[in-house]
């Protein structure tokens, strides 16, 4: 532990498996949240919810998609794909080092 950290334990009031649930429960101030950076993007610009624990960020994770490669894919499935990778190319959060990218509100002293 590095000085003026403090160590201690953090007793689990509620809990929630989905992630619309976690970000609700953050913007009423209930508590922390923890979950991908795409879901708070807009409240980390506006200044509504605030970063913490920035040096515990996990690493990004993958989005794929999947089919099955031994069949004909149909054309409109090529279409979509295309569409998705470029649309989420456009999301900073969606990318490796998104949280760079998302200007946030400078934090309170």
């Keep these: 532990?590095?000085?003026?950290?403090?160590?201690?334990?953090?007793?689990?009031?509620?809990?929630?498996?989905?992630?619309?649930?976690?970000?609700?429960?953050?913007?009423?101030?209930?508590?922390?949240?923890?979950?991908?950076?795409?879901?708070?993007?807009?409240?980390?610009?506006?200044?509504?919810?605030?970063?913490?624990?920035?040096?515990y960020i996990g690493p990004p994770v993958p989005l794929q998609i999947v089919y099955v490669a031994s069949r004909l894919l149909p054309r409109r499935a090529v279409v979509f794909m295309d569409f998705i990778a470029e649309a989420f190319a456009r999301i900073p959060a969606l990318n490796e080092g998104g949280l760079a990218a998302i200007q946030m509100p400078a934090a309170d002293a």
Aim: hydrophobic share 40%; aromatic share 6%; proline share 4%.
């Design 1 to 55: 532990m590095q000085p003026g950290q403090k160590q201690g334990w953090v007793e689990r009031t509620s809990s929630a498996a989905l992630s619309d649930a976690v970000r609700e429960a953050v913007l009423q101030g209930i508590g922390v949240g923890h979950g991908p950076l795409w879901l708070f993007e807009d409240t980390l610009r506006s200044g509504a919810a605030r970063l913490i624990l920035r040096d």
